[in-house]
């Protein structure tokens, strides 16, 4: 192929022309790994593992220590791959009853998972390349009929490495996801091929089952034209012949996407593709694999009866309207819920849609509007406590009282809240062996560890997040609450240990190395701090907090251009996120340019008008031009935003003071004095000033 300088996207043609046109472009310099990608073969990162199943085995012998890393998020998605590399640590959810289950996880999960998998993939090209070995050159086919986790994971793949070591090949027929898309524009190059003329001597029962066969991927229009005017119970035949080969011994993948797929399509769709789909739908709701659960779900409603059925198709639907939460896609998720109340007048039914209507208001919704919330969930908790089955109504009633618990916390209700809670915990210990329910009641015990610390009983919710990181000790969650009460007691060390921890065994989380870059900042590793901010940046350069504060320290070390630089690249990202236009104020106020600070002030509180960081800088820009009236009055503002600061205090005197009004300078310079952090020795030259 040519100079691998940049990546390459391939359009047009059919499979065949594409890999004929790849192959004229080799030079022989790279190792090529081909994936044919299409969602149909193995649903969820199809394509993906065809990579890792190829480059696996020798990094299992060469580096060891490096597959170890990212064994979690190696299997998470794929546990196929135990065979290669040996099982995934078990985790209280993982190893729990279906039933059972209470804490699921969805699409930001399966981003994280997928980081972490591109990361391996660049620490092995990047060592492959140091052992002066063959670039890697991963060519992902039939990217256009990928399913989403695939088309995401290629997109941060592509933009993450450097094709000088990992050359990414992107081949489809057609458009690509939005993401991949924009990804692609800005690092790939691209070239088209023509569709050469087909000559298939084949019969048509041949044509046939040569499109059953690909499991219905096959882009040769002939194959095509026969399967659509082929006759129905021939198909059926075939779909469940196919079938029957693959799914002895099949591993999830295939489960997920061919078999379905033939199931469906077989002689017996309500019964052997249903209960193929409520398999497969499973997996998927467990993995957090959001965009297969929408999939699956709403395939699963199609092919059964919701009278005769009605357990199952709530399942489907509920766990549908779930994921499409984690997709973003609210109004849908609502019009799931709505549909359930309108086809049923069985209590669990509405118990189950009140809740989970009440968490979309309570949680997602933008606004989010708590009293609509607590209204749904009063209405499951008292549907809760009129179930006839007794088990049934203890354990409903108990998780009803922790959703009522939850809305009461976004309420400010933190005592109210914590009863609830407590009442569950008391109830279920009461009731149940200590081996019933046991991720339900660690939720439980982490909503109560949450709780005491919002109360301000630190030692307490301390205690307990150690004793649930005894009972799930892979759960990174609870390692980073425990590590935000140590900071708050001042213990940076033991929460610097904390998040050490949950970075070793879970998946690179952003969050988790933004909040450990900020620790280390806070006991002067400046050096460590840097590198979790760029690791997140190198991950999400969207995340505006992280940004900001890599953008701070750069200006703290005099690093004015790499600063500016920094909140530049973020607002090509983001053009009106307020906290970046107020930063390259900031910015420009350090370089002594006012004037040229102001526009940018300007536009940050155009989009939030109450953004102290950009009151207070534009005030100090207007003061050095001369307009101190005008610094006054955004001051003020910013001072009935954050209320009495010293700094703000000091600053606004300063400007009255430069309006001649000293009596108003004065009263600030005294109010500033009295209170904790203040500059006591300007605040006294002003005064003189003043005087």
């Given at each position: ?35 044919i ?32 890393r ?33 804490r ?37 086919e ?62 048509r ?18 194959e ?25 011994g ?73 994921a ?37 208001h ?61 009442g ?18 660690s ?79 806070a ?42 630089a ?5 607002l090509?990202?983001a053009?009106?996120e ?114």
């Amino acid at each position: 192929m040519p100079s691998p300088q940049r990546h390459l996207r391939l359009r047009g043609g059919r499979r065949a022309d594409r890999q004929r046109h790849l192959a004229a472009l080799r030079d022989g310099d790279a190792h090529v790994i081909t994936a044919i990608c299409h969602h149909r073969l193995r649903g969820p990162y199809t394509g993906v593992d065809t990579v890792l199943r190829e480059v696996l085995p020798d990094a299992q012998r060469r580096r060891p220590e490096l597959v170890a890393r990212h064994r979690v998020e190696l299997l998470y998605g794929i546990p196929e791959l135990a065979d290669l590399i040996g099982p995934a640590p078990s985790t209280l959810a993982s190893a729990g009853p279906f039933a059972q289950r209470t804490r699921f996880y969805g699409a930001q999960m399966i981003r994280c998972m997928s980081q972490g998998v591109v990361t391996f993939l660049i620490e092995l090209a990047r060592g492959r390349s140091a052992a002066g070995e063959a670039p890697l050159c991963l060519v992902f086919e039939d990217m256009h009929a990928a399913e989403p986790t695939t088309s995401e994971f290629v997109a941060l793949l592509a933009r993450r490495c450097d094709p000088a070591t990992l050359r990414v090949v992107v081949s489809t027929a057609d458009e690509v996801a939005p993401e991949l898309a924009e990804v692609l524009d800005r690092v790939a190059d691209d070239e088209c091929c023509d569709a050469e003329p087909e000559h298939d001597d084949r019969g048509r029962h041949q044509l046939v089952a040569a499109y059953v066969r690909s499991d219905g991927t096959s882009d040769n229009q002939a194959e095509i034209d026969a399967y659509h005017a082929a006759d129905p119970v021939v198909l059926q035949r075939l779909h469940d012949e196919r079938a029957d080969e693959l799914e002895p011994g099949a591993g999830w993948g295939t489960l997920i996407g061919a078999v379905t797929y033939h199931r469906e399509r077989g002689a017996d769709p309500h019964g052997r593709g249903r209960d193929a789909l409520d398999r497969a739908f499973q997996f998927c709701v467990e993995t957090g694999f959001s965009a297969a659960v929408v999939d699956l779900g709403l395939r699963g409603r199609a092919v059964i009866d919701p009278v005769r059925e009605r357990k199952l198709f709530l399942r489907f639907t509920q766990h549908a309207a779930s994921a499409l939460v984690a997709l973003d896609r609210l109004t849908e998720s609502l019009e799931l819920y709505l549909d359930l109340r309108a086809r049923y007048t069985d209590a669990k039914v509405h118990m189950t849609a009140s809740y989970s209507i009440a968490m979309l208001h309570t949680r997602f919704f933008v606004p989010r509007d708590h009293e609509a919330a607590v209204g749904w969930q009063n209405n499951a908790y008292t549907l809760a406590s009129l179930l006839p089955d007794p088990d049934e109504r203890r354990t409903y009633s108990v998780f009803q009282a922790n959703g009522l618990a939850l809305v009461e916390m976004h309420r400010g209700n933190l005592a109210r809240a914590l009863e609830l809670v407590d009442g569950g915990i008391a109830r279920l210990d009461e009731e149940l062996d200590d081996q019933e329910w046991v991720l339900h009641r660690s939720q439980l015990f982490y909503n109560r560890a949450r709780l005491h610390a919002a109360l301000g009983r630190t030692d307490e919710a301390y205690a307990e997040f150690s004793e649930l990181i005894e009972l799930d000790p892979l759960y990174t969650d609870y390692l980073s609450e425990r590590a935000k009460i140590s900071r708050k007691r001042g213990d940076l060390q033991a929460a610097l240990a904390d998040y050490d921890r949950a970075v070793q065994i879970g998946p690179p989380f952003p969050e988790l190395y933004y909040n450990r870059g900020t620790a280390r900042l806070a006991v002067d590793d400046v050096e460590g701090a840097f590198a979790d901010f760029d690791y997140v940046l190198e991950m999400e350069p969207g995340d505006v907090d992280t940004r900001l504060t890599r953008a701070e320290l750069l200006l703290a070390g005099g690093d004015v251009a790499a600063a500016h630089a920094d909140v530049v690249a973020g607002l090509r990202l983001a053009p009106d996120e307020p906290r970046l236009l107020a930063m390259l104020g900031t910015i420009e106020l350090e370089q002594d340019q006012p004037e040229q600070a102001l526009p940018h002030l300007d536009a940050a509180l155009a989009g939030d008008p109450r953004y102290p960081a950009a009151l207070v800088n534009r005030a100090v820009a207007h003061f050095r031009l001369g307009n101190a009236a005008t610094a006054v009055d955004d001051l003020t503002v910013a001072l009935d935003v954050v209320g009495a600061d010293p700094d703000v205090l000091l600053n606004r005197g300063m400007a009255y003071l430069a309006c001649a009004q000293a009596e108003l300078a004065m009263r600030d310079f005294d109010a500033a004095l009295a209170l904790p952090g203040a500059d006591v020795d300007e605040l006294r030259h002003q005064l003189e000033l003043c005087r």
